[in-house]
């Protein structure tokens, strides 16, 4: 098993950058595909950004190309979702999410895929 914390979230204008940061708890944190997904009030969970276990393949939504990066340290235990060019609708409360698979170059999209999960930390854009 894996315990996720996430840190790095707040309150920033719009134009500005926030790094968020995952910190792994438990073993192998380099066994398990990890993703960052948001949550905004009243709306659906959605999936941001995936990183396959070894780094070499990524996916990104759609809001997220070309602004956010998704980064790991596997030496650190740590996932990273660097955002630039915030907006006000990035505001949500952004979670970790972590799965254990035998596969290095997975990346995986949905909620339901994910088995384990940070508490969230909030980001808040102000216009």
């Known amino acids: 098993q894996v315990q996720l914390v996430e840190f790095g979230g707040g309150l920033v204008q719009a134009g500005g950058s926030l790094k968020l940061s995952c910190v792994a708890s438990?073993?192998?944190?380099?066994?398990?595909?990890m993703g960052w997904f948001r949550q905004a009030p009243g709306k659906e969970r959605e999936i941001v950004a995936g990183?396959?276990?070894?780094?070499?393949?990524?996916y990104y939504a759609d809001s997220a190309k070309g602004r956010f990066t998704i980064s790991r340290d596997n030496a650190k235990n740590t996932v990273y979702l660097q955002m630039n060019s915030l907006k006000p609708e990035d505001t949500a409360v952004y979670y970790c999410?972590?799965?254990?698979?035998?596969?290095?170059?997975?990346?995986?999209?949905?909620?339901?895929?994910?088995?384990?999960w940070g508490q969230g930390t909030q980001v808040t854009v102000s216009s």
């Open positions: 999410a972590g799965d254990r698979r035998l596969l290095g170059v997975v990346v995986l999209t949905t909620a339901h895929e994910y088995d384990y």
């Open positions: 438990g073993r192998a944190f380099s066994l398990y595909t």
């Open positions: 990183i396959s276990r070894s780094s070499g393949n990524t």
